[in-house]
């Protein structure tokens, strides 16, 4: 089979394609066959050595796909059944992969295989921090980073069902239209726009009580800036780079601020809580609430190009690699 590979950490150049044997499932574990692979910036923190991996390391967090066969005491599916899963273990860019059954779950059969790849991590992501980090109500503004990017697009939508006032930041021009057609209140050019600023004058200078980060650095002033007295600052992301450090007193004199850097996996660490996300998760976009958008696909032999134009913040929505 062919596989993505990294035998040193660095730029995109150090992706390669290889071939490889189609591995076997072990106890408790599952055989996939991958109809499509998500591609997040997790990937490129790996990549990288932001995110330390033992090398030689494969890449790809998340795919959906057909199970070929399942192993001893397996339960849960059987081969034929669709199913997609989003904490690895690292290796998804991959034609085939070997994944525990208790990190996958079934697709519905209303939903795509590709938008269940597009959506897993992306999707269950935007869940738990908008309904378990900082359960966001009703009437509440929320400062949401990156809008038009692949978790920004669905918090954005998932945020206007739950019926907050959404606060949306973008890049540019064009990406402040995609914020505003999934339901923004508001949209701020943060490369051109003092985000605080303007976050001050749609509330009438109270601030936020949430804001949700994923840039890092480039936002990171502009973020804490725009917190209301309480308020939560979520950092879930290094776009730009990773967020400085930060003297804890300094949360204390803007506002007893709270500052968290959560991660997915902790939030499905269980299989309850994973069967939970994912279903809230399809059960929004079965209801029409949520919308995925597949803004580029690309061939798992050109993975280099992918990350590219990710980390060029070329790409808008999801992006998928197809074997």
Request: hydrophobic share 45%.
């Amino acid at each position: 089979m062919r596989a993505v590979q990294i035998e040193t950490t660095g730029g995109p150049d150090v992706l390669t394609l290889i071939d490889c044997p189609i591995p076997t499932a072990g106890p408790g574990e599952v055989l996939v066959r991958h109809e499509a692979i998500g591609i997040n910036f997790i990937d490129t923190y790996h990549r990288t050595g932001l995110y330390p991996v033992k090398l030689p390391s494969r890449l790809g967090m998340e795919a959906a796909g057909i199970i070929e066969a399942v192993g001893a005491g397996v339960d849960r599916f059987r081969p034929g059944d669709r199913i997609a899963y989003a904490s690895g273990p690292i290796g998804a860019y991959s034609e085939f992969h070997v994944v525990a059954a208790d990190r996958a779950v079934k697709v519905p059969a209303g939903v795509a295989l590709t938008t269940a790849a597009a959506a897993m991590l992306k999707g269950m992501t935007a869940e738990f921090l908008l309904r378990r980090c900082y359960p966001l109500q009703a009437g509440q503004y929320a400062l949401i980073h990156a809008a038009a990017g692949g978790v920004g697009q669905i918090m954005v939508q998932w945020a206007k069902a739950i019926g907050a006032q959404v606060i949306a930041t973008v890049g540019s021009e064009a990406k402040a239209e995609i914020a505003r057609s999934l339901g923004a209140d508001h949209v701020i050019l943060y490369d051109t726009q003092d985000v605080a600023a303007e976050v001050r004058r749609i509330t009438g200078g109270l601030g936020v009580p949430v804001a949700y980060d994923s840039v890092g650095a480039s936002t990171f002033e502009g973020t804490l800036a725009s917190l209301a007295r309480r308020g939560l600052f979520v950092s879930y992301g290094n776009a730009s780079g990773p967020a400085p450090a930060i003297e804890p007193g300094r949360l204390s004199r803007m506002g007893s601020l709270f500052l968290t850097r959560p991660t997915l996996f902790d939030y499905v660490a269980t299989t309850a809580d994973l069967d939970d996300s994912a279903s809230a998760l399809f059960a929004m976009i079965a209801s029409g609430k949520v919308r995925v958008d597949i803004g580029q696909t690309f061939s798992l032999d050109n993975a280099r190009l992918a990350h590219e134009a990710l980390e060029a913040r070329r790409t808008t929505g999801a992006s998928l690699l197809i074997p």
